[in-house]
């Protein structure tokens, strides 16, 4: 079940916790553990990852993280993708990627689960925007559609064959249609093929 746990830390407090599992987002003063990914959620992040970085790594323009700890103002929030801009990610002076990311992600997405809070992730989506974000997706796997939020505008929905947008710098032509469409892995069986 996901809820609160140590309902009064700090972020600082927060921050020095061992890692749960699944993460655990620190919002409004509390730790909330995240659900558990299950195979659609899996499914969905892994290849969206994999669609965003097959374009933009080589070409250092940005870079999909799954699952990567962002702690800023006052929030510690896993968003399920970072999108971060190549100039943004915080190297360690070797050229490596550092463990700990102190800013908002550029491009936010979000998977939700059924038994996740819309209201609590949008409102991480907002908050993440606020701090600077300047995109978010929350995908819906239960009736395949796609809210679009960028920094003050209203969210658009998009279904079925609608393009998505994307960080201007990242050249990426998707539907809603073809992010959904990696969840079918195989043909139905049918009384002939058992």
């Not at 909330?32 to 892994?46: A, F």
């Not at 658009?156 to 990426?172: F, K, M, T, Y």
Request: proline fraction near 10%.
């Amino acid at each position: 079940m996901v809820g609160a746990i140590h309902p009064t830390l700090n972020l600082s407090e927060f921050l020095q916790l061992p890692e749960t599992q699944p993460a655990s987002e620190y919002i409004n003063g509390r730790m909330i553990q995240k659900p558990m990914p299950k195979g659609k959620h899996s499914r969905l992040q892994l290849t969206l990852c994999n669609q965003i970085n097959q374009r933009v790594e080589a070409s250092q323009i940005a870079y999909a993280f799954p699952e990567l700890r962002c702690s800023f103002g006052t929030r510690s929030l896993v968003p399920d993708i970072a999108v971060f801009q190549w100039s943004r990610i915080p190297f360690e002076p070797d050229g490596e990627v550092p463990n700990d990311f102190f800013l908002p992600p550029d491009w936010m997405i979000e998977i939700l689960s059924p038994e996740q809070s819309s209201n609590r992730v949008t409102g991480n989506i907002l908050y993440c925007l606020e701090q600077g974000g300047r995109l978010a997706w929350l995908l819906d796997p239960a009736d395949r559609s796609i809210l679009v939020f960028q920094p003050q505008q209203q969210p658009i929905l998009c279904q079925g064959c609608d393009r998505l947008s994307v960080l201007p710098e990242i050249n990426l032509d998707l539907t809603v249609e073809q992010i959904f469409a990696p969840l079918k892995m195989s043909t139905p069986s049918t009384p002939a093929n058992r």
